[in-house]
């Protein structure tokens, strides 16, 4: 197992010292830190919570899906993981997985059962393979959205867009968004009103941006505005949402990288810094105060003043 557990305290190694400007944020709490719980993955992403308190995250070249407990253990949860990306827990508990194209059985976005075995959601569209499915978010009627970009080689497309899908049943799948260049993070409101999805095309003026879609009764996603544009540098990768609906994207690279915190409006109001690129985030904690973010090789964690917003679980 390449993954180990880091616990150090001071400031730089296991605790990060937080920029004084992050710290004027009514979100970021003042003397806030930034706690590295694990590192040593070659690539971590997808962290997920669920109600006991332990994280799950995908370390995707690896193909496995790592778990830390709430006791602070590290262990590998499942290998091989279909090539594991975005995860997250639905409604009964049941983790989801956005499944890469890195794995034979990869392209899918499947589901484990509570009794250990695998449901497949999805595989395909018009009878085409999905390109890679990266992220996904859930609404309040337990729809399942995700975004379906392509990293890497392209010569095994099937479909003609890198789109936004919707499941609304197993095997019923929608195509929801197709004006994007390559959506990888997303996230739903509350209110199940608006659908936030990264524009992330890493190739030369490719598209960086944050782009906030009006979810309309029918079900159709109408492109509202783009709420922030991260050109030229590395666009938003992951993304969650809290009770309030700002937005809380991990972007950027170097001594830029972090976790962006958004106000619906497109307002930034709020940043945390990560020693690493940082690739995702997820809820946790009893309160949902707990945020948890993957960076590079790692899993970092901090309290925030704000409920972050999950069907699952709920906050105590």
């Not at 449901?119 to 996904?136: C, E, I, M, V, W």
Request: some cysteine.
């Amino acid at each position: 197992m390449r993954c180990r557990r880091r616990s150090f305290l001071a400031a730089g190694l296991g605790w990060l010292a937080l920029d004084p400007v992050m710290a004027q944020s009514p979100i970021v709490p003042e003397g806030a830190r930034l706690e590295k719980l694990a590192g040593g993955c070659r690539f971590t992403e997808g962290p997920a919570c669920d109600a006991a308190g332990n994280v799950y995250f995908s370390d995707n070249p690896n193909n496995r899906i790592m778990l830390y407990t709430r006791g602070g253990e590290l262990r590998v949860w499942k290998q091989p993981a279909r090539s594991a990306n975005g995860m997250m827990f639905d409604r009964q508990g049941r983790l989801i997985t956005c499944n890469a194209q890195n794995a034979p059985d990869g392209r899918t976005v499947t589901r484990y059962e509570r009794d250990g075995s695998v449901t497949l959601l999805a595989s395909h569209y018009q009878g085409k393979r999905f390109n890679s499915p990266n992220d996904l978010c859930i609404d309040r009627h337990d729809r399942i959205y995700f975004t379906d970009p392509r990293y890497g080689a392209a010569d095994d497309l099937e479909q003609d867009r890198r789109a936004v899908y919707r499941i609304d049943r197993p095997g019923e799948v929608v195509r929801v968004i197709d004006d994007v260049e390559n959506p990888n993070g997303m996230a739903i409101t509350p209110d199940n009103l608006t659908l936030y999805v990264a524009d992330n095309n890493p190739a030369p003026g490719g598209a960086r941006t944050l782009i906030a879609y009006d979810i309309r009764p029918d079900g159709r996603c109408v492109r509202r505005k783009v709420l922030h544009d991260f050109s030229p540098s590395r666009g938003i990768d992951g993304m969650r949402v809290d009770v309030a609906g700002n937005v809380y994207a991990t972007a950027e690279t170097g001594p830029r990288s972090g976790v962006y915190i958004f106000a619906p409006d497109g307002k930034q109001i709020g940043f945390i810094p990560t020693p690493e690129d940082a690739t995702n985030c997820t809820w946790g904690g009893p309160d949902l105060k707990t945020l948890y973010i993957t960076a590079g090789t790692s899993l970092y964690r901090i309290r925030l003043d704000a409920q972050g917003y999950l069907v699952y679980p709920r906050p105590r």
